[in-house]
T-cell receptor
């Protein structure tokens, strides 16, 4: 099936640092989303992107929908310990979500 | 606000046993879906439904059955459990297919097949 290439797979960062992660696809999508998953819980929506080139912020999080519609990135500024978790990019087709493999973020206080 | 509710949260089965994972949503969403999450992988779509009485296969449907007799409920059935079905299962819903609104996920069912 279709796959998304998400990188990096994991990151260890110091509290206060900025974080960047990205996602690429070989196919074009009309919607990109970023979810966060905490241990033992389901994914929770962080940001949804609906237009190529769109740049959207949610607090310390900023995400962009690539111009080619084949990629997206997520930035987290001034990381804090509660940012720890797994971040998934998701490309949305009409009926189906396609998930990236996730970026596991660990923040060292 | 209950959102998407999954039961049970944990289950251990023996190979060959059958089981139904329950999913219910109280948001009157038309679209519901089931995913499985395996270590080191993203969620993969098992089955989905765009409304009551309508279901379709996702990426990994083998070994699973679904039905959608009501808008609220979307159970996932394992007819004869196999060790390869050990996974974390997530149910999700969204208002409708056509409006691009995001999916809401339940907290998952952790299933182990011995």
């Amino acid at each position: 099936g279709q796959q998304l290439n998400q990188s990096p797979q994991s990151m260890f960062i110091q509290e206060g640092e900025d974080v960047s992660m990205n996602c690429t696809s070989s196919s074009i999508f009309n919607t990109w989303l970023w979810y966060k998953q905490d241990p033992g819980e389901g994914p929770v929506l962080l940001i949804a992107l609906y237009k190529a080139g769109e740049l959207t912020s949610n607090g310390r999080l900023t995400a962009q929908f690539g111009i080619t519609r084949k990629d997206s990135f997520l930035n987290i500024s001034a990381s804090i310990p509660s940012d720890v978790g797994i971040y998934f990019c998701v490309a949305s087709g009409t009926y189906k979500y396609i998930f990236g493999t996730g970026t596991r973020l660990k923040v060292l206080a | 606000n209950a959102g998407v509710t999954q039961t049970p949260k944990f289950q251990v089965l023996k190979t060959g046993q059958s089981m139904t994972l329950q999913c219910a949503q109280d948001m009157n969403h038309e679209y519901m879906s089931w995913y499985r999450q395996d270590p080191g992988m993203g969620l993969r779509l098992i089955h989905y439904s765009v409304g009551a009485g309508i279901t379709d296969q996702g990426e990994v449907p083998n070994g699973y059955n679904v039905s959608r007799s009501t808008t609220e409920d979307f159970p996932l059935r394992l007819l004869s459990a196999a060790p390869s079905q050990t996974s974390v299962y997530f149910c999700a819903s969204r208002r409708t297919v056509g409006d691009n609104q995001p999916q809401h996920f339940g907290d998952g069912t952790r299933l182990s097949i011995l």
